[in-house]
Every structure is written in C-alpha cells, then in structure tokens.
C-alpha cells in the first residue's frame, strides 16, 4: 500500500515556475514508477510524465517536453515536478501516482496508487 500527498500548487503567471511534490507513504517506494497526471475543468485526465523506480527513464506528454521535469528522490520518499515556462493551459488539477508495473507506463488505467491532487492556475 502506497499513500500519496501532493504539494507546491499555486497561483502563477504566465511564464512563470512552480515545483510540485508527490510525498509517499511506505517502505517500497523505491519499487514504484511514479507518474504526473492532470485534469483541467471539463476534460479528461491526461498523462504529464512519468519516471522509473530508479529515476533513469523519464517520459513527457508533447504538450510538456522541454518544460517540465520529473525527478525523484528515494532517500525521500518524494517525486518531484518541475514546470517552467507555465502557460495558461497548463491550468489543472496535477495528481501523481504509483504503479507497480515493471515498464513506465503513460496510462491512466495501470496506476494502482493516487494522491488527492494540487491545483495550479496559470494567469494570462
């Protein structure tokens, strides 16, 4: 069983950076991919970005590539999210999550463990 806290969202302007945390529960964290989700008003979860369990592969949706980073610290039970150069359409609710599978996946539905989310408003 893996409990999953997330952190760090905020009001921000457009351009600007905010830095999400996802705190785990547990001992076997560092047995778990972790991904980032978000979910703005009126739409669909979508896949943010996702790590392995040692932190070597990262993935990143299109729409976040070359802005966001997700990194994790095992000594921490933490994984973190990075966003730069936010834009307004970034504005959501950013869940993370635990899988347990072997290879990282993107999808929603191989996600076993789910934090509560943290709402990040992007200002024009």
């Known amino acids: 069983q893996v409990q999953l806290a997330e952190s760090g969202g905020g009001l921000v302007q457009a351009g600007g950076s905010l830095r999400l945390s996802c705190a785990a529960s547990g001992r076997t964290f560092s047995s778990y991919a972790m991904g980032w989700f978000r979910q703005a008003p009126g739409k669909e979860r979508e896949f943010v970005a996702a790590?392995?369990?040692?932190?070597?592969?990262?993935y990143y949706a299109d729409s976040v590539k070359g802005r966001f980073t997700i990194s994790r610290d095992n000594a921490k039970n933490t994984v973190y999210l990075q966003m730069n150069s936010l834009h307004p359409e970034d504005t959501a609710v950013y869940y993370c999550?635990?899988?347990?599978?072997?290879?990282?996946?993107?999808?929603?539905?191989?996600?076993?463990?789910w934090g509560q989310g943290t709402q990040v408003t992007v200002s024009s």
């Open positions: 790590i392995s369990w040692s932190g070597r592969s990262t």
């Open positions: 999550a635990a899988t347990s599978r072997v290879v990282v996946t993107t999808k929603i539905k191989e996600y076993d463990y």
